[in-house]
T-cell receptor
Framework: DAKTTQPTSMDCAEGRAANLPCNHS???????VYWYRQIHSQGPQYIIH???NNETNEMASLIITEDRKSSTLILPHATLRDTAVYYC????????????FGQGTTLQVKP | NAGVMQNPRHLVRRRGQEARLRCSPM?????VYWYRQLPEEGLKFMVY????????ESGMPKERFSAEFPKEGPSILRIQQVVRGDSAAYFC???????????FGPGTRLTVT
């Protein structure tokens, strides 16, 4: 699975959009981009995933660049409860299934 | 629809005792994954199981650790002769298939005294 690079930490004002970047320059054609988050030592929570088209669900939007070497997770209206560590993971879904978590980005949403 | 359940949520064991951690996957999910998070560290994959089969145990320590997912009942992660370094949060996740996203349980926090 391709390696990902994320900023260590970010701040965001409550009510504003949080844009979390992820670089995955070695991504291969059949690898998907997944986002999970972990809120204060709880179990990780699946957010969204995509291959090459932009994706949106009730939690977030995922924007993948045309060359697929980077992506951005967007939380449109961040709340204090969105404070968490956000993980960007690249994997081929049909592989063994294990998720390889990096260090992630610690997002602090401030009032 | 109940999520992934893990029990106990907290477990205290003395050095040398055995720890048994249980995971009940979401309804309809037959794939289970175990991850470990040591204090102040990231999540590390341990093992991937389907019903009655171990698919990938590349992250399991070679000794003292074992996992099973029987035809009936929860998945069990067993740690024999626990040591202080086993103190960690152990998370279980499940999915209907390896190609799908994984849903995590709340974790079991193991403390070895």
């Amino acid at each position: 699975d391709a390696k990902t690079t994320q900023p260590t930490s970010m701040d965001c004002a409550e009510g504003r959009a949080a844009n979390l970047p992820c670089n995955h320059s070695t991504i291969s054609g059949n690898e998907y981009v997944y986002w999970y988050r972990q809120i204060h030592s709880q179990g990780p929570q699946y957010i969204i995933h995509g291959l090459k088209n932009n994706e949106t669900n009730e939690m977030a939007s995922l924007i993948i660049t045309e060359d697929r070497k980077s992506s951005t997770l967007i939380l449109p209206h961040a709340t204090l409860r969105d404070t968490a560590v956000y993980y960007c993971i690249v994997r081929v879904p049909s592989n063994t299934g294990k998720l390889i978590f990096g260090q992630g980005t610690t997002l602090q949403v401030k009032p | 629809n109940a999520g992934v359940m893990q029990n106990p949520r907290h477990l205290v064991r003395r050095r040398g005792q055995e720890a048994r951690l249980r995971c009940s996957p979401m309804k309809g999910h037959s794939h289970v994954y175990w991850y470990r998070q040591l204090p102040e560290e990231g999540l590390k994959f341990m093992v991937y199981l389907q019903k009655e089969n171990i698919i990938d145990e590349s992250g399991m320590p070679k000794e003292r650790f074992s996992a099973e997912f029987p035809k009936e009942g929860p998945s069990i992660l067993r740690i024999q002769q626990v040591v202080r370094g086993d103190s960690a949060a152990y998370f279980c996740a499940s999915s209907p298939d390896s190609a799908y996203e994984q849903y995590f349980g709340p974790g079991t926090r193991l403390t070895v005294t």
